[in-house]
């Protein structure tokens, strides 16, 4: 057995001291499960058990430790860490057994204190570290032997998290697999309802596991795991429960989602139904976040909300076996305006957010308060390309399609009003940014040259370098650039399927920026820069992001460039 259920010295003397050979690790599966159904038993323990998610508390800047070991070298193993409600820094590390321990030595053993003395001063040698609030793992096909420790420290506040740990990876998956298209499409978009659709996970599509789907809604942002969303919601916050059969697509009581219930109408279908919700009344501050498990179905309608309003949406796939799940990539909606509202104003040099849903088409009107002979339109398409047409006084003056950054300069006229026309993807709903102005020297987005890839050198790969190119403008802007290791089998449909060019650096890791630094060239010909990127692993494959933020804090995003280090060198 791999990951012993006991404290520290019991856990040293129990290693196996014996000189005969040991057998490749296999875990007493009636034993394991018998152990893992008492949950008391590893409660506030420093030893992770093998096979099972141990859930626990960090105080702020309090480190705390947990042990295993494994006992053979070549052994597989997996370690997934859930942050909850705060970022966390974790490292992962191991070092040698005694000799006694190892099954190696011969003769008596050496005391336990001696053991443990000599395992707990010695530093080990580090496998994996992390700084942040993703789910984060260390999976490694052949592990050596020795005692692991897994150290982590919240250094935001006090904090709760989850480790699992496991031996046999391959036969366990005890969290649900993602399609190879992870995010949650919203297919219809209302005044008052969403719709949402996603891809089933091959968990219960083809490996037959029981899986359901659980639906995160609220206001503030998106969560990365189910863990966050439980850490948000106050002990005393209900969830609600699954619609009756044949009900899913109709209006729902969010009474307690802070919608007013209309009159007595859905009093069949209320979530109010328990004196458990009863006690959600209470004057204390209510947290506008709810979750709703659905079953299997893989599409689902959220009505009674507020019209003209955002909204995010995440969607976690459990294993009811396990209890464990895993996040779809999360999205946002702005249900419809009322229908007096059909369309947006836009204020002179202010910049707007505009959510279109797939085939869909929203409608916006820019009426400059003075005269001007010229007017300017920066679109900036976060997703797929969007449709533009641009009127004056009912005459078309644009009709052209929009992909990253584009800027429209149109002849001005007195007292005149603009109908701007916005029409989405056919593949899926379109986020973008635009800005309308009558100043010509208020620009939103940075100037960007023509070609907006990242060029890699191949003669200059190294196996922990690679030298990269792009180009620039005579604008002097911030250029900021992005490294992320990625699976070897990573390609250019997931590289398109992941860019949101409106997401800026703010929402990289810390830990994946190499530099930023400031270049322009007033010879656009030369307005070129270089730049090697150091520290990287043999034989990895990594994907490169270049940001250029312009003087208003906007950021835009070059085409990302994936690259491969050399293996041998």
Not at 339 to 365: C, N, P, S, Y
Request: aromatic share 10%; proline share 6%.
């Amino acid at each position: 057995m791999l990951l012993l259920r006991c404290p520290l010295p019991l856990l040293l003397l129990l290693l196996p001291l014996g000189s005969r050979p040991q057998k490749l690790p296999t875990r007493d599966e009636e034993l394991f499960q018998m152990q893992i159904r008492d949950k008391a038993f590893f409660h506030d323990s420093s030893v992770i058990p093998d096979g099972a998610e141990i859930s626990s508390y960090l105080f702020r800047d309090t480190p705390k430790r947990y042990f295993f070991v494994v006992e053979e070298d070549n052994t597989p193993l997996a370690v997934t860490v859930t942050p909850c409600d705060a970022p966390l820094e974790w490292k992962l590390s191991v070092q040698e057994l005694p000799e006694e321990a190892s099954g190696e030595g011969s003769g008596d053993p050496e005391p336990l204190e001696q053991q443990k003395q000599q395992i707990t001063n010695e530093e080990g040698t580090e496998l994996f570290s992390y700084k942040g609030n993703d789910v984060e793992y260390f999976v490694s096909s052949s592990s050596p032997s020795g005692l692991y420790q897994l150290d982590l420290l919240s250094t935001e506040k006090d904090t709760h998290f989850k480790v699992y740990a496991t031996t046999t990876p391959e036969s366990d998956q005890p969290y649900p697999e993602l399609p190879y298209d992870p995010r949650i499409d919203v297919t219809s978009l209302g005044r008052t309802t969403v719709t949402l659709a996603w891809k089933p996970s091959p968990t219960a599509s083809l490996l037959r596991q029981p899986i359901q789907y659980c639906i995160v809604i609220n206001k503030e942002h998106n969560f990365k795991s189910l863990c966050a969303v439980e850490a948000k919601l106050s002990s005393d916050d209900a969830f609600m429960m699954a619609p009756k059969p044949g009900l899913d697509f109709s209006p729902f009581d969010f009474a307690h989602f802070g919608f007013p219930a209309d009159n007595n109408s859905g009093k069949e279908r209320s979530f109010l139904k328990s004196s458990k919700f009863g006690r959600q009344m209470s004057p204390k501050p209510r947290v506008d976040l709810h979750r709703v498990c659905i079953g299997n179905k893989n599409i689902f309608t959220v009505s009674d909300l507020k019209p003209d309003t955002q909204y995010y949406f995440d969607m976690f796939a459990v294993n009811t076996n396990t209890n464990m799940s895993t996040a779809y990539v999360g999205t946002f909606a702005r249900t419809k305006e009322e229908a007096k509202q059909k369309t947006v104003e836009l204020k002179d040099g202010k910049v707007t957010d505009v959510f279109i849903k797939r085939k869909g088409a929203k409608f916006l009107r820019f009426a400059p308060v003075s005269s001007h002979q010229k007017v300017t339109f920066s679109v900036h398409s976060c997703l797929d390309a969007v449709q533009i047409q641009v009127r004056r006084d009912g005459k078309l003056l644009l009709s052209q399609s929009v992909e990253g950054v584009r800027q429209f300069q149109l002849r001005g006229k007195a007292k005149a009003k603009y109908l701007i026309r916005l029409k989405g993807s056919k593949k899926g709903a379109s986020m973008l940014k635009i800005l309308a102005t009558s100043r010509p020297n208020k620009q939103a987005f940075p100037s960007l040259p023509e070609d907006t890839r990242i060029k890699a050198f191949d003669k200059l790969r190294t196996c922990s370098s690679v030298t990269v190119a792009w180009l620039g403008t005579q604008e002097r802007n911030k250029f900021c650039i992005y490294k992320r290791e990625v699976d070897d089998n990573y390609n250019e449909e997931q590289k398109k399927r992941e860019q949101n060019q409106c997401l800026g650096p703010d929402a990289r890791k810390k830990s994946e920026k190499v530099l930023c630094k400031y270049f322009h060239s007033q010879n656009i010909q030369k307005a070129v820069t270089t730049e090697t990127i150091r520290g990287l692993q043999p034989g990895k494959s990594y994907l490169l992001d270049v940001y250029v933020i312009g003087h208003g804090g906007h950021s835009v995003k070059y085409q990302s460039k994936l690259v491969k280090t050399r293996k041998f060198c």
